[in-house]
């Protein structure tokens, strides 16, 4: 929180390269995916529809967990008109590139063949509808994560298009990311250099925390690190760094602020463990800190500014951070008021831009 | 302070609210009841149009199942994160020790009187040298008058 008074003039604002990590598009009416997909799946997709397991319920705060305000006059979604996002997301706030997490359901199809259609059409219409008409957008891969086999064959697909620049799970899945059915998808990945992104949501079937299923939104919402934080062990303990030296994972709309605990606390255990796992040549830390990227929205804010920089100083991650909205959420951050305090000017050019211009390759635009 | 005229109060009928701009500021005008607020259209937290947002009530629980919801329409939740603000007062009420926004004195005056106690900047109108021949016209509506510093 910022107080108003040290809000920066829309001259300094502007100044500032910002590079969004985080956006939501979405279909315009049930029927738009469906245009993608060939004639067999899409009346499948208009006869049953979506079938995941529980766990992600509706509205979540706000209809369609929106900013109220992000209904677009057009009386579409939000997120699913392109002129309103431009108008009051790209314009704005000056965003250079914007990436886009489409959350549409393929990778929690129970239906995996289903799931599959529902990933190419949902792929498709990121370009026809949205990176061949703004190109500040690039879009994600998404993918019937759950078979690691069909996942692959979507990223080899699309997978040498520019258009996409990642990977795009969800954080609860069925089982823990590190196991083997996932392998052929980070192959997969890793054949065309793309990183994972792995965001906030999902639903593998499980309860959604580690206790059983909760009573309220806000432990959903609250304890979500729960699941990147397993994720993470997962990831390293299984070895995919070793099999995979190349692949990057990025970890979207998790926060941050657990992870140096769990550095410390997995390290810790490897010292007395390391014999269960001897496929680790290094510390679970040194493949934490070399192959994940984090987002920052919504990022833990300390109560005082200075033990913020010591979050900072602990996850030792500063090249790894990556500024996002996740518009057109309710839990947004706006660019000019994401930090809970005062942050160095070249760190805060790393966070806002540098650091996501640096992995998903963009190039300077007009700076 | 300066007591800027806003609307005719029956552009503004209870239950409904007004946004505008006023010496440089987004400001909102609602009215509840018959009574007239006045808040800044600017959220403490991050800059979000709060005066754009939904009007709710008041929900407390004193122990877990035992809810009191009052004060409907009067609780104004931002559209961006959904911060919480007294409309009467500019509280916010999940942290009322450190978080308000701005609130301005609101109030509704006969039209009849407007001349003598209020400026109009809106109209961007200066006097100039002429004076026509004028009718008397009677103002009979009441009128939303602001007043703001500067």
Redesign the interface.
């Known amino acids: 929180m910022t107080a108003l008074s040290t809000r920066p003039a829309a001259r300094d604002r502007t100044k500032l390269a910002v590079i969004d990590c985080d956006i939501h598009t979405a279909p315009a009416t049930k029927q738009t995916l469906g245009k993608y997909m060939p004639a067999r799946w899409r009346q499948h997709h208009e006869t049953f529809g979506p079938r995941g397991p529980g766990g992600a319920h509706y509205p979540r705060a706000n209809q369609d967990a929106a900013r109220t305000d992000a209904w677009p006059p057009s009386g579409q979604p939000p997120g699913s008109d392109l002129d309103f996002l431009r108008e009051q997301l790209l314009d704005a706030w000056g965003i250079e590139y914007g990436v886009m997490n489409p959350l549409l359901g393929a990778g929690g199809q129970l239906n995996l063949e289903y799931g599959a259609a529902h990933a190419r059409a949902t792929n498709d219409w990121q370009i026809a509808e949205w990176v061949d008409h703004e190109p500040r957008l690039r879009a994600s891969i998404v993918v019937p994560y759950e078979d690691g086999s069909l996942a692959a064959a979507e990223i080899d697909r699309v997978g040498d298009n520019p258009a996409f620049v990642q990977v795009l799970l969800s954080i609860r899945t069925s089982e823990p990311l590190g196991r083997r059915k996932y392998w052929p998808m980070y192959e997969a990945a890793v054949r065309h250099d793309l990183p994972i992104g792995i965001h906030f949501g999902g639903a593998g079937g499980g309860p959604i925390t580690g206790a059983g299923w909760p009573s309220f939104y806000i432990e959903d919402h609250a304890g979500m690190p729960t699941a990147f934080q397993s994720q993470v062990i997962s990831m390293v303990t299984e070895g995919i760094f070793e099999h995979f030296p190349t692949l990057k994972i990025v970890l979207i709309e998790g926060g941050f602020g657990w992870l140096p605990p769990l550095m410390w606390r997995i390290d810790r255990a490897y010292t007395h463990l390391r014999e269960e796992v001897p496929h680790l040549q290094r510390r679970p830390s040194e493949y934490i800190r070399q192959h994940f990227w984090l987002t920052t929205q919504p990022m833990e804010e300390p109560p005082a500014g200075e033990q913020f920089h010591q979050l900072l100083h602990h996850l030792d991650m500063n090249d790894r951070l990556m500024f996002a909205t996740d518009y057109p959420h309710w839990d947004f951050d706006a660019p000019d008021q994401a930090f809970p305090t005062r942050i160095e000017p070249p760190l805060e050019r790393a966070i806002m831009a540098e650091n996501a211009r640096g992995l998903y390759r963009f190039g300077q635009l007009g700076r | 302070m300066t007591r800027y005229v806003i609307a005719p109060i029956s552009e503004v009928p209870p239950g409904a609210r007004k946004i505008v701009e006023v010496a440089g500021r987004s400001l909102g005008v609602f009215n509840i009841d018959g009574e007239i607020f006045a808040l800044r259209n600017?959220c403490?937290?991050?800059?979000?149009?709060l005066c754009?947002?939904?009007l709710s009530g008041f929900l407390q629980a004193s122990i877990p199942g035992e809810y009191v919801y009052s004060r409907p329409g009067e609780v104004l939740?931002c559209?961006?994160?959904?911060w919480e603000f007294d409309v009467r007062t500019g509280q916010s009420w999940f942290d009322p020790a450190r978080t308000r926004v701005r609130s301005y004195e609101a109030s509704v005056i006969p039209g009849t009187a407007l001349p003598d106690q209020v400026n109009s900047p809106g109209l961007g109108l200066v006097q100039g040298p002429y004076v026509a021949e004028t009718y008397p016209v009677s103002i009979e509506e009441d009128y939303i008058v602001v007043e703001m510093p500067g």
């Open positions: 600017r403490p937290h991050q800059g979000g149009p754009a947002g939904r939740r559209p961006w994160h959904g």
